[in-house]
């Protein structure tokens, strides 16, 4: 990788030196998503076989699993796998079982009664992707939340051939409407629906960057009303390290996320030119083994190494940069975090590579890319369910705030608003309502 001192760059080269992959930036990248979304839109099913042949090489009249193929798919998947898959998703169900809530009921004085309640999203769709690479693991981090959370859709989409572990993992998830498709086109037949595929409220999951802008694209079109979990689009990790973090580590973590796509990004931030340097040699040497090389090998060129004055300054350039994945293999890992504002996930120490995120080890894996961490969060249960407020006050209680409510509606020039209450108060004064009528019972 580029090695680069961040303290001799002027402000805008530092700019360009967190600047992610041109391979991102396609002018034409809107337009051609916005052609597949009309063709979704105006011929349903017909266009979504055409894109299967046009993408994926892939001729289906089906697009839905049957029972049978769901089947057939889980009992072809060998044992180890099942048990892999079984470790991860007990430990996914932990994390997330623990992220449940419990309703909050106060009194926020007496005779005004609120609460906040969490309803699960009623229809969901979890986008899966295939590509280079079937990502089963995300499988799990969109289905387990959904399952526990209550959705009672849930949709999964993926483009084909889907991957005997892909429909053994959303099976073993609980899902069971499992679509052939994937791409911006899967994305459309989510939001708006076709004669096959449900339309969804909500849409979920990773995806190259045709996903990611039909997700922004659809989101943003009245014509529906379906909205989106989060811009999660090509991987990216970002590692903090010293001079005592061991090299080898540190290229197998950034060729782990290199070897995504062409598109992935990889930084190394250290205080140690001589750490840059053994980085560097190491990947090299770990590159020539890799079966995906040539993709890992396209992500490097738009990946840097950036040499700092201490780890203080370290912990400013990655909230700078806001990484999808912040790897810390420092001495003192959790000395760094305190200074973290910005980051997908964080991973500490020598021996949490990033891949445990990735699959097992209970966290969730879809996160924000592009620098969206500083105002975005991971995925995490609270995603599929939508949170509303309740308030009940007794005739004491409105009396308790009236003055307060009238005064600053009056300030703000809404008089209706002030005369809601006022009216109220008139039936009181008039004996029309005892102030005994109160529910308190149920407060």
């Avoid at 899966?128 to 959705?151: D, E, N, W, Y």
């Avoid at 053994?168 to 629906?193: K, M, P, R, S, T």
Wanted: charged letters at 20%; glycine letters at 6%.
């Amino acid at each position: 990788m580029q090695i680069l001192n961040w303290q001799s760059l002027s402000p805008q080269a530092q700019l360009m030196a967190l600047k992610r992959s041109p391979l991102i930036g396609d002018s034409t990248l809107e337009q051609s998503v916005a052609r597949i979304i009309e063709a979704v839109v105006a011929n349903g099913d017909n266009a979504l076989r055409d894109f299967n042949r046009e993408f994926d090489g892939i001729s289906l009249e089906t697009l839905k699993l049957t029972a049978t193929e769901i089947e057939q798919s889980c009992q072809q998947l060998p044992d180890e796998l099942k048990q892999a898959i079984a470790q991860a998703k007990a430990n996914i169900e932990r994390f997330h079982h623990a992220q449940l809530q419990p309703k909050v009921d106060i009194e926020t004085q007496a005779g005004i009664r609120c609460e906040l309640r969490c309803e699960p999203i009623e229809r969901v769709g979890l986008y899966i992707p295939g590509g280079t690479a079937p990502l089963i693991s995300t499988v799990l981090m969109l289905a387990l939340p959904a399952k526990i959370a209550g959705c009672a859709k849930r949709v999964l989409v993926s483009p084909p051939p889907i991957n005997d572990a892909i429909i053994y993992a959303a099976n073993a998830c609980g899902i069971d409407e499992i679509y052939q498709v994937g791409g911006a086109q899967a994305i459309a037949a989510l939001a708006f629906g076709t004669e096959s595929v449900p339309q969804v409220d909500k849409i979920f999951g990773p995806g190259n960057r045709f996903v990611t802008e039909a997700k922004r694209a659809v989101s943003q079109d009245n014509r529906c009303t379906v909205s989106i979990d989060m811009p999660a689009g090509p991987s990216e990790v970002l590692i903090i390290a010293d001079a005592q973090a061991n090299p080898e580590f540190i290229a197998a973590d950034l060729l782990s996320q290199a070897e995504h796509g062409a598109d992935s990004q990889v930084m190394l931030v250290t205080d140690s030119s001589e750490l840059g340097d053994a980085v560097n040699r190491a990947l090299a040497t770990q590159l020539k083994q890799l079966p995906r090389s040539e993709i890992a090998t396209i992500a490097l060129e738009s990946s840097r190494t950036l040499i700092v004055e201490d780890l203080q300054m370290a912990a400013k350039v990655s909230n700078l940069y806001g990484p999808e994945h912040l790897i810390i293999q420092t001495e003192n890992p959790r000395a760094v975090l305190n200074d973290i504002r910005a980051a997908g996930s964080v991973f500490l120490g020598a021996y949490t590579p990033e891949s445990v995120g990735d699959y097992a080890s209970g966290t969730n894996h879809v996160l924000p890319t592009y620098g969206y961490s500083k105002t975005v969060s991971s995925l995490s249960l609270a995603d599929f369910s939508r949170r509303f407020t309740v308030q009940e006050l007794t005739a004491q209680g409105l009396e308790t705030i009236a003055d307060s409510v009238m005064i600053l509606a009056a300030a703000e020039q809404l008089e209706a608003h002030k005369n809601a209450v006022a009216v109220r108060l008139a039936s009181l004064n008039e004996g029309n309502v005892s102030t005994d009528d109160t529910n308190e019972e149920r407060l």
